[in-house]
């Protein structure tokens, strides 16, 4: 297999396995029925996932210097995806 499908295909499995755990949790801890039958589906969860992440990934990539594993592994990563996320015009307020 090559190594870009091995790591988009390890990512798709860890963000499933990750947002599976949440979900679960979520289901068992609500009493709505509409919002439990909300928690059923995480393949639409992830596709959203995925698409903040290739957003957020492609503006870094253009920057001068930019380095994969560096990004990956960056505090300040994770502070741009939860400062888009908290001001995406998607979000309710």
Request: glycine share 4%; net charge neutral.
């Amino acid at each position: 297999m090559p190594e870009e499908e091995f790591k988009l295909r390890s990512a798709v499995w860890w963000l499933a396995d990750e947002f599976g755990r949440q979900l679960k949790h979520d289901r068992e801890i609500t009493i709505a029925p509409i919002e439990r039958a909300s928690l059923e589906r995480k393949w639409f969860i992830i596709h959203a996932a995925g698409l903040v992440l290739q957003r957020q990934y492609a503006s870094a990539a253009k920057r001068d210097g930019f380095i994969h594993r560096n990004w990956m592994r960056s505090v300040s990563s994770v502070d741009e995806l939860a400062d888009f996320i908290a001001t995406a015009p998607f979000m309710d307020r």
